[in-house]
Structure formats: structure tokens, C-alpha cells
């Protein structure tokens, strides 16, 4: 049966987060399988919001997103929280902080994804318009390999026997419970998972919004030409402009069945 966080309260109220410098050090109480380099640990990530209409979905949760999660449900228990509540706070705390939000808001905003959504901009997804989002990764427990944070190629999720029950216990079935959104891959990577989970019927592979670059402040190039920013004779040899116009056609014509608006 899939972790749920009853089953590790306990453990988490007991954990001294200062003492867990890395990965590797975080308590196997946590742990939920192992299968040679590759470890899965559970994270107070349970929170699912049910009428979300835009679900954004990363790789899985990293090392810092484990400890500040476990923080925030530590926070929780001592303040006696509903749990709801706690695994909403637990899940949000710093989604998408620093450089990533804004050109994520800059992408969502750029396809029209506000204006399906009946909201001025998607920055207000943070704040008063929360209840329209739902945030996620495509393995939501917090994945290493080597005592690494997992980065979604090495192993292939899709492959693995482990990650693919990850897969299928935890993204699937939150994805089961959110019919009327769209899902919002961020990478490839995560792009090809969810068609993997399509394929099995527990989502529905015509609200996949494949085609956005990844929002990472790493991947600026990208970005810039994807929302017309620069030109295509401007780009380095490191990006595929024809590529990303390819992409760009497919997530409009996906747009215009789904009855969004164009692009701008």
C-alpha cells in the first residue's frame, strides 16, 4: 500500500533535521525501496488539490525539498495542525522559489494558459488564484541515486522497475484524482512519463501540455526564443530552434482542442 503520512509521524517529529547534512544521512525510518544505486525516501508530499485545474509536474523532490518539507510538518505537529492543512504546508513550502517562478509564470502566460484559466496572469497561481494549482513531480517521493538527487535520465525512469512503481503508486494515482486539469510537464523527461502513465489509461494524454522549456534559470536560451525574445539566427549551437518551433506548433494545436486561446 502506498506511504501516507500516518505512517511516518512519529518519525518525523522525532527527526533532528540539523544532524541530516545530505542525503545519505537521512534516517532509513524513511525508507520506502531500495534497488542497488537507487533509493526512494518518503516525503510529507501528500497533499493533493482535487480541483486544480493546471497540474505542474517536476522530476521528484530533491534533498533541500525533503528537509524543508519535513521541516514545515515538524512545524505542523508542534502547532497542532489539521492535517490537511499540515500537508498543504508541508508540500508548498518554497515551490518554485528563486528564478524559476518568474520564467514559469513568463511561459504559462505566453500560451494563453491565463486566459483558460479566466485569471490575468499566472503569477497569480502563488497567491490568491492557489486553489486553480496543483504542484507535483512525476516520482513525487524524493528519488537519489548514489546518494544524489535523482535527475530524471539516469536510470530511465520508464525502465526501472522501482521508479515505475513509484510511478504508478503515487503520480498516477494523484493524477486519477484530477481529471478536469491540464498537466504541465516540465522536461522532457517528465513529458515522457506521463505519456508512459497515459498509455495505462490513469490520465489523459490530450491535457499533456508537452512542449515548454523547462523554466530553469540553466536553460535562459531556450526560454528567450521560445517567448519570440530572440531571434533564431541569434542562437547558439546548443540550441535547437527548429526543434522548439516543432514543439511550439504541437502545444498550439494541443491548446486549440482543448478550446484555448492562441498563443500570443
Not at 485545474?53 to 495542525?81: E, T, Y
Request: with cysteine.
Amino acid at each position: 500500500m502506498p506511504a501516507q503520512f500516518t505512517d511516518f509521524a512519529g518519525p518525523i517529529a522525532a527527526t533532528e533535521l540539523e544532524l541530516v547534512t545530505s542525503a545519505a544521512l537521512i534516517p532509513d525510518a524513511f525508507l520506502l525501496a531500495r534497488a542497488g544505486r537507487v533509493e526512494a525516501r518518503y516525503i510529507p508530499f501528500d497533499y493533493v488539490n482535487p480541483e486544480a485545474r493546471v497540474v505542474l509536474v517536476g522530476i521528484s523532490p530533491g534533498f533541500v525539498q525533503w528537509k524543508n518539507a519535513m521541516r514545515a510538518a515538524q512545524q505542523g505537529l508542534r502547532d497542532g495542525l489539521p492535517l490537511p492543512e499540515l500537508l498543504r504546508a508541508a508540500k508548498y513550502t518554497g515551490a518554485f522559489s528563486g528564478a524559476i517562478r518568474p520564467n514559469l509564470v513568463a511561459l504559462l502566460d505566453h500560451i494563453g494558459l491565463q486566459r483558460w484559466l479566466g485569471i490575468a496572469s499566472c503569477a497569480t497561481l502563488f497567491g490568491e488564484h492557489a486553489h486553480l494549482m496543483h504542484v507535483t513531480g512525476a516520482l513525487r517521493q524524493a528519488v537519489f541515486v548514489d546518494g544524489l538527487n535523482y535527475n530524471g535520465a539516469n536510470p530511465n525512469m520508464l525502465t526501472t522497475p522501482l521508479l515505475q512503481q513509484q510511478l504508478l503508486d503515487y503520480f498516477g494515482q494523484e493524477a486519477a484524482q484530477i481529471r478536469d486539469a491540464v498537466f504541465v510537464p516540465l522536461g522532457p523527461k517528465v513529458g515522457l512519463a506521463l505519456s508512459w502513465l497515459a498509455r495505462r489509461g490513469m490520465l489523459d494524454e490530450r491535457r499533456i501540455l508537452h512542449g515548454l522549456p523547462h523554466p530553469s534559470g540553466a536553460n535562459m536560451e531556450r526560454i528567450a526564443y521560445f517567448l519570440g525574445r530572440k531571434e533564431k539566427s541569434a542562437l547558439s549551437s546548443r540550441t535547437n530552434g527548429a526543434q522548439i518551433d516543432a514543439d511550439r506548433l504541437a502545444l498550439r494545436e494541443k491548446m486549440a482542442a482543448l478550446g484555448m486561446a492562441s498563443m500570443d
